[in-house]
């Protein structure tokens, strides 16, 4: 059976049409909200599964990928009308083709064993499709690239796809050196590169163009509307890179900072550490989330920040004395004069490392940008939003931030 016999033009985007058999052996899916990537992969891989390749599709967590890559792959398996070609097993999560025993494993990267374990019953992996690959850390991606070894007759192939979220992502670094931001694709002989935004999808109604039209942050316009990667230009952090710090997650020497917030703004408390030879600060973990009464928050830090001192936002002297009722070891920021100038300086003059979880501070460091003028200029004052996690990560730091500057201070004048 070819695939043109069982696949009527109608029923993919024309522009996927091509990639259906591209050989390359890295395949990059990138752009707006609802180009029609998911679908266009799911229904290939249907087809792929058909004639005989091993896929295994990962996404950062198992349970999101039930709901997700599991239900794109079934709704093309009905789409084209395919359903008894399959073995669907939503509990070992794999579906399997009944001509050739070929499978689909769908597998989370928390699900470590399983992950090692993979072997499909008919032959080796040749395929890897890396769902939301910007939610992944590069090691993991290196790790599933290693994965496609053996024997076969296919091209092995590793296929992402994603939203291009920020420009200092490890995908924009290790795939879009050679890319040509004037045109939606490149092609050499290892790498395939799309770009599809929403209307590259045909199958979009009126209403969704139009929710997607209508975004007016030039931030979520950007990337989900048009399929760009994230603002960079006024960007107030440029100095920043995400990594896989899970080797990091059991330091003891960890500084905690905390910016109230309830109902418009989140609270939001930090983890960090601080290595003073090399100037570099790590993002361990992050708490962010609204509605929480100071007492939640708490509970929230008896687990967050057990037995360490927090330095919080000094505005909120009430909550942090709530804090304190609950034995939490909550401090006030001391917030000199023009501290958030300083703070803002010191971290800029730093290599900040965030771990690849921490994706509320990756965002707001994404999205921190300086202040314009009437005329657009950009102005020395950071605007005042997008700023939960980092202000947090400036009263978490305040200590060091005037050690350096005692130091400075201490040092004699020549
Ligand atoms: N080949 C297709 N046949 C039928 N419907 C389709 C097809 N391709 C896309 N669609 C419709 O378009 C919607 C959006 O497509 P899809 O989810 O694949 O986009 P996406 O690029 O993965 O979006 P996101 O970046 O938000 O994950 C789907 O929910 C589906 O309704
Ligand atoms: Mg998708």
Redesign the pocket.
């Known amino acids: 059976m070819t695939r043109r016999l069982i696949l009527p033009r109608s ?3 024309p522009v996927y049409i091509p990639c259906l058999d591209a050989p390359q052996r890295y395949q990059i899916y990138f ?1 707006g ?8 992969l799911a ?1 290939r891989l249907v087809l792929d599964t058909l004639s005989g390749r091993n896929t295994l599709i990962v996404r950062n967590v198992a349970k999101t990928l039930r709901t997700s890559c599991l239900n794109e792959v079934q709704k093309a398996i009905s ?1 084209l009308s395919l359903g008894g070609c399959f073995r669907i097993s939503r509990t070992d999560m794999t579906i399997t083709a009944r001509n050739n025993g070929a499978q689909m494993i769908f597998c989370g990267l928390d699900d470590v064993e399983k992950i090692k374990s993979i072997t499909p019953p008919n032959g080796p992996l040749t395929d890897v499709w890396i769902e939301e690959a910007t939610e992944i850390a590069y090691n993991d991606f290196k790790q599933l690239d290693k994965r496609l070894r053996g024997q076969t007759r296919h091209v092995k192939r590793m296929t992402l796809s994603f ?1 291009p979220v920020y420009k200092t992502h490890w995908l924009y670094r290790e795939f879009f050196s050679g890319f040509d931001e004037s045109k939606n694709f490149l092609l050499s002989p290892d790498l395939l590169i799309l770009k599809t935004t929403y209307r590259d ?1 045909q ?2 109604t009126e209403d969704d163009v139009r929710a997607l039209e209508s975004e007016r942050d030039p931030y979520f316009r950007a990337v989900y509307t048009l399929g760009e990667w994230g603002a960079t230009g006024e960007n107030i952090f440029t100095n920043w890179r995400t990594e896989d710090l899970s080797h990091l997650q059991n330091s003891e020497k960890c500084l905690f900072g905390l910016d109230f917030g309830f109902s418009s703004d989140p609270c939001a408390c930090v983890r960090c550490r601080y290595d003073r030879d090399q100037k570099r600060v790590y993002i361990l973990s992050e708490l962010y989330e609204k509605g929480l009464t100071n007492d939640a928050l708490a509970q929230r830090l008896r687990s967050f920040a057990p037995h360490s001192y927090v330095t919080c936002d000094s505005a909120e002297p009430k909550s942090i004395a709530d804090l304190k009722n609950h034995g939490i070891l909550a401090l006030p920021a001391k917030k000199g004069p023009d501290s958030l100038m300083h703070g803002i300086q010191w971290l800029r003059a730093q290599e900040i490392v965030v771990d690849i979880r921490c994706t509320h501070m990756a965002r707001e460091l994404t999205l921190y940008q300086w202040k314009r003028d009437r005329d657009g200029q950009s102005i020395r004052q950071p605007q005042d939003r997008d700023n939960h996690l980092i202000d947090a990560l400036r009263y978490a730091l305040e200590g060091e931030m005037s050690a350096r500057y005692a130091a400075i201070q201490a040092r004699p004048c020549w």
């Open positions: 029923a993919l985007n752009g909200a609802s180009s029609g990537k998911s679908c266009f229904t789409r939203n999808n199958f979009l």
